[in-house]
C-alpha cells in the first residue's frame, strides 16, 4: 500500500531565503507525482507533474525533482516571498490502480517572515 | 475561469439529513474523483467515476455515499444519512486521462455535521 511521507511537517524562514521540502513514498511504481499549495480553508492548487519518465520540472521560482529508485521528490523554493507562506502536499498516482486516484502526504506548512 | 466548479462552498446540515454535493467541470474530462480532508488531516480519496461507473471507491465510501453524473455534466456525492463524523472538506478533481497533465481540483465544499 502506498505511502507519502512529507518533511518537515513545518517550517518558518525569512523573506529570500532558498529552501527544500521533502516528500518520500513507498512504492516506486508511479504514474506521476504532483506538488500542490493549499492555502487556510481553501482548495489545493496544482504547481508542478512530474510524470514518473521524468527527473525534474521548473515553473518560475519552484523547482521539483524525482527519483523514483529512491523514492523521494523535493521542492525547491528560490527566493522565498511572504506571498509563499501556504501548505505544500505532495501526491503521487500508481500505475497499479486502475483509477489514478492520488494518495497525498500530510503536507509541510510553510511560513515565510518578511 | 477555474477548472472546476464546485457548490455549495459550505453546507451546514443537522445529523441523519441528506447532503448533496455539486461539481461542475467546465471542459469534458474522462476521470472524475472525490476526495475529503477532515480538518487537520491528510487529504483522501473517496471514489472515483470513469465512464459512467465508480472505477474505484475506498473503505470509506460505505453504503451511504453514492455518487453519479445525471446530465453528462454535473457530477455529485451524495451522503444519505450523515454523521458527525462526515464533517470535512469535499474535495471534486478531475482528470483528462493524459500523464502529462494534473489532476485539477475545486475549491471544495465545508460539510458541517451538527
Known amino acids: 500500500k502506498q505511502e507519502v511521507t512529507q518533511i518537515p511537517a513545518a517550517l518558518s524562514v525569512p523573506e529570500g531565503e532558498n529552501l527544500v521540502l521533502n516528500c518520500s513514498f513507498t512504492?516506486?511504481?508511479?504514474?506521476?507525482l504532483q506538488w500542490f499549495r493549499q492555502d487556510p480553508g481553501k482548495g489545493l492548487t496544482s504547481l508542478l507533474l512530474?510524470?514518473?519518465?521524468?527527473r525534474e520540472q521548473t515553473s518560475g521560482r519552484l523547482n521539483a525533482s524525482l527519483d523514483k529508485s529512491s523514492g523521494r521528490s523535493t521542492l525547491y523554493i528560490a527566493a522565498s516571498q511572504p506571498g509563499d507562506s501556504a501548505t505544500y502536499l505532495c501526491?503521487?498516482?500508481?500505475?497499479?490502480?486502475?483509477?489514478?486516484?492520488?494518495?497525498f502526504g500530510s503536507g509541510t506548512r510553510l511560513l515565510v517572515r518578511p | 475561469e477555474p477548472e472546476v466548479t464546485q457548490t455549495p462552498s459550505h453546507q451546514v446540515t443537522q445529523m441523519g439529513q441528506e447532503v448533496i454535493l455539486r461539481c461542475v467541470p467546465i471542459?469534458?474530462?474522462?476521470?472524475f474523483y472525490w476526495y475529503r480532508q477532515i480538518l487537520g488531516q491528510k487529504v483522501e480519496f473517496l471514489v472515483s467515476?470513469?465512464?459512467?461507473?465508480?472505477?474505484?471507491k475506498s473503505e470509506i465510501f460505505d453504503d451511504q455515499f453514492s455518487v453519479e453524473r445525471p446530465d453528462g455534466s454535473n457530477f455529485t456525492l451524495k451522503i444519505r444519512s450523515t454523521k458527525l463524523e462526515d464533517s470535512a472538506m469535499y474535495f471534486c478533481?478531475?482528470?483528462?486521462?493524459?500523464?502529462?497533465?494534473?489532476?485539477?481540483f475545486g475549491d471544495g465544499t465545508r460539510l458541517s455535521i451538527l
Open positions: 501526491a503521487v498516482s500508481s500505475t497499479m490502480d486502475s483509477s489514478y486516484k492520488l494518495i
Open positions: 512504492d516506486s511504481a508511479i504514474y506521476n
Open positions: 512530474i510524470q514518473s519518465s521524468q
Open positions: 471542459s469534458n474530462h474522462l476521470y
Open positions: 467515476f470513469y465512464n459512467n461507473e465508480i472505477s474505484e
Open positions: 478533481a478531475i482528470w483528462t486521462g493524459e500523464n502529462n497533465q494534473p489532476q485539477h
